[in-house]
């Protein structure tokens, strides 16, 4: 949706047809990560794949969502898996360079915050014959490094 003419690619859609059908019978559990901008494209591919696949986890965003569920036909989902990162940051980086490059609309150079880490993730049960999911879990444990 966001890319638009600027990058020449396939779509994410057919793609996955093509690699699903290439290891079909292969493979019991297969985890598709979507990596986009857009919570409707994540979601798409997780309606898209219900049943097709173990789980569908959306990245990019660095916000993790709330809406981790089990899809009708046993596929793990989530828009957004979060980040490993400060949450006194912007996306991870020290929150003041980035309001610098907004204000200036200059580059500046990124500096990562290393205060107050997040892990974000989840844990997902998946049958290991069927390869459905069973159970999705979200994981936010702070930590200091």
């Not at 969502?65 to 036909?73: G, M, V």
């Not at 490993?84 to 500096?111: A, H």
Request: with cysteine; glycine share 6%.
């Amino acid at each position: 949706i966001f890319m638009g003419d600027f990058i020449n690619i396939d779509c994410p859609f057919r793609t996955v047809d093509s690699l699903l059908k290439k290891f079909e019978n292969e493979l019991s559990i297969i985890i598709v990560d979507i990596h986009a901008e857009a919570t409707s494209e994540k979601s798409a591919m997780g309606w898209y794949l219900d049943g097709r696949v173990s789980a569908v986890l959306g990245t990019h965003t660095h916000v993790q969502t709330s809406d981790e569920r089990i899809l009708p036909q046993k596929t793990a989902y989530i828009t957004d898996v979060g980040m490993v990162g400060s949450i006194d940051s912007i996306l991870g980086v020290k929150k003041e360079k980035v309001i610098k490059m907004l204000l200036t609309q200059r580059p500046v150079s990124f500096t990562v915050e290393k205060k107050n880490i997040v892990l974000n993730s989840v844990i997902i049960e998946l049958d290991e014959k069927t390869g459905e999911a069973l159970s999705i879990k979200r994981v936010n444990t702070p930590f200091n490094i």
